[in-house]
């Protein structure tokens, strides 16, 4: 039987196809829309919102942060720049992108009310949930749905009719400031993800899912997708030899170069240190971090994608740093400017959800730690640090995670009614050292 070759392209225009019929001609009061990292969640959410637009349907936006909300109006922008977009924002005094300006069709304030009767209005959904005594909008669409708490969802439910839900259901969950544990189980429990709290309700609603990243290289898909996304796998939208890292200055031998040396030909490094249990800002981790970055500038990096066939230069906006801590990327950043590396973006992963590099250098969450705790554990937490680079990711470490994984089982409370979630943070970490493991680089600073 001749197996018929996949075509990604083709496959993710199928599914786009699919969701968007469900939103404009369904009946459901919601359509759900999995993706996973990459696979074009706001290129989606910008073309839905166009053709309801186009079809004479009131649309309203919500997304999760500021930063979301402008970079939405500004691709609706570019994509249809006569088209009246509200911008919704808070009394702050920098509520928005200044970028924001400079757009004729862009309508900016604080009220609904002067926003009523355009195409479509764009809100966070902190900002929609003070919205009141206005017409319901026909259709909603709710950007990074997963990240949005069912709290947040009842309390802008009743301004529109139908919604779009599309998020990536292997990030990071909801952030809550109080314990929720009262709640747990519980059908109304605000602390739960929007989604799974409208499909616990609504069981029958049409669920999508994106079938391709567009981000992650074929040497990181298979990975990711396995490990994150074991019910609802993808592919990446490229071929082995379609991206290719290469540098201009050859290795010195270290360890930083060896690593690098293993990313660039394989998509994964691993730079293992001695094992030691540390302080959370483990010192030495946080040099050899600086060190890998410092190295990947200096040795004159060059980038080929299906972007550009001609070499691209590696630039330091072009890299990213993520930790678990804000107090570890706050390390890594003075490193950095001991070294005299300026123009990286240093941060957590919660705050590196929805961005995307070209290399990404990351602290694992347990390297050495005496213990592997909830937090650490946190699958989401591993999934977008393993998933924001498009070329090639290196990883420091110390070693003996793998040991202290089997010395520290999950011990977390199960509880009843609550959905469990797979593949849970032990067994993702698991599968992601065991592979990193293949692409090791021993090293003693």
Known sequence: MTSVAFDPAAAASRATREILDDTLHGDAR?????????????????????ELAAA?????????????VDDLVLRLAEKEPGLPVGRLHSNDSDPYDKALDDLDHVRKSAKAADLAGLDVVVSTAAKWAHVKGVEPWGHAIVDEAYQMRSDALLAVAGLFERALFVGDPGQLDPFSVVGADQWAGLSYDPSASAVSTLLAHNPDLPQHRLPVSWR????????????FYPYTPFRSGTGAGDRQLSFGVPSDGSGPDRVLDEAAESGWGLLELPARLTPRTDPEAVRAVALVVRR????????????????????????AVGTAHRDQAAAVRAALADLGVAGVTVDTANRLQGREYDVTVVLHPLSG?????????????????????????VVVCRAGVADLLDEHPSTEPVRLGVTVKFPDGWEANHAVLSHLSE??????P
């Open 296 to 319: 990947l500038l200096d040795r004159g990096g060059a980038a080929v994608s299906e972007r550009s066939a001609d070499p691209v230069p590696l630039t330091a906006d072009r890299v």
């Open 216 to 227: 992650l290289p074929a040497s990181a898909a298979p990975l990711v997708s396995a490990a």
């Open 30 to 50: 919601g359509v759900v829309v999995d993706s996973p990292p990459g696979a074009g969640k706001s290129t989606l959410v910008v073309r839905a919102a166009l």
């Open 439 to 444: 692409h090791r680089i021993p090293w003693s």
């Open 369 to 393: 730690r005496p213990d592997a705790t909830a937090f650490h554990l946190e699958t989401g937490r591993l999934c977008v640090l393993a998933s924001r680079h498009r070329h090639a990711c």
């Open 56 to 68: 004479g349907r009131p649309l309203m936006v919500v997304a999760q942060t500021n930063a979301q």
